[in-house]
């Protein structure tokens, strides 16, 4: 690892269950200001009534315990360890899907010649402070690191096997069916290899509104988009895919339904990368440095009206090096700051 990590790199080993004893015991206070935060405050702008959450997370428990129970055993172990109730980080792991707050937020690209993955991570200020990179190894010495919010089993990440995650919220209506994404995110990075990724993804059920752009070390690359009921698959064009926060398969529709900057970022970062120049681990850092102001993804954090006010903007950027196994992650919309690597 390299430089001083701007988020704190928390080491776990084991079984999913061990690992989560050890995720929630070392973030145990950030875990219970987390899981505070938004049962206090974000879940009262849900359209879910607050007796209504206890029931959401039985959904979820049930879904995970019939078609994920790793991740069930997982979310288990961090109740133990971060002394919550378990629904409570259930439901913790389901925010999106609760929320699914019309945010513009997270730029996406993946550049297949360099097999280069990155983002930049929009969401509410007081997160940036709570959140933690988790390293995980399991028994079997497959490794996958991921920045999460503390207690919630994946978010943007890699593994072992050079097999690459981001994240970008999507807006549609959704009666959650399948997986909550970022508990389909903890599958993915224990894939071993990109086919076994994308079959996850298939077979992850519906009712969400999401994407994940998932690509690996060998070039192979995928946007996933989940709109409610509907599921899209596309894939690179020119060796390149950029996403922000509207259906590109819905094509100009999906752009009608633009929540604010999200088109003004993806004709950005697509017109950026058609020009000359190297589509490398630099020219990803360099368009994702970008500020909002310029029409770049970098976003300051500004109060926007939703969310209870609270400021939103870039809370990281992370940019991974799939082919090299190399995860990079910078805290904060300040340029100025380097990223901490972590090399897996």
Partial sequence: MSEEPQFPIIELQGSARTRGQGHGEQCRERIQRTVAFYFDDLFLDSPLAPESLRGRAEQVKDVLGRHAPRVAEEIEGIAEGSALPPWQVYTLNARTEILNARVPECTSLYLAETRVLAQTWDWVEPLEALCVVLRHEREDGFTYVSLVE???????????????????????????????????????????????????????????????????????????????????????????????????????????????????????????????????????????????????????????????????????????????????????????????????
């Fill in 150 to 344: 503390p207690g919630m089993v994946g978010k943007i990440g890699m593994n072992s096997a050079g097999v690459g995650v981001c994240l970008n919220i999507l807006f549609a209506a959704h009666d959650l069916s399948g997986l909550p994404v970022h508990t389909l995110i903890g599958e993915v990075l224990n894939c071993a290899d990109f086919a076994a990724a994308r079959a996850r993804m298939d077979s992850s059920g519906l009712g969400k509104a999401s994407h994940l752009l998932v690509g690996d070390g060998s070039g192979e690359a995928v946007s996933m988009e989940f709109m409610g009921d509907e599921r899209h698959a596309l894939l690179p064009v020119d060796g390149v895919l950029v996403h922000t926060n509207h259906c590109l398969a819905h094509g100009e529709a999906g752009r009608q339904r633009d929540v604010a900057t999200s088109c003004a970022r993806y004709d950005y970062v697509t017109a950026e990368l058609q020009r000359a120049g190297a589509q490398d681990f630099a020219r990803a850092v360099e368009l994702l440095s970008t500020s909002a102001g310029d029409g770049g993804p970098l976003r300051p954090y500004q109060r926007i009206g939703v969310l209870r006010n609270h400021p939103v903007g870039s809370c990281a950027t992370v940019v991974m090096e799939l082919a090299e196994k190399r995860f990079h992650v910078r805290r904060g919309p300040q340029v100025g700051r380097g990223f901490s690597t972590i090399q897996l």
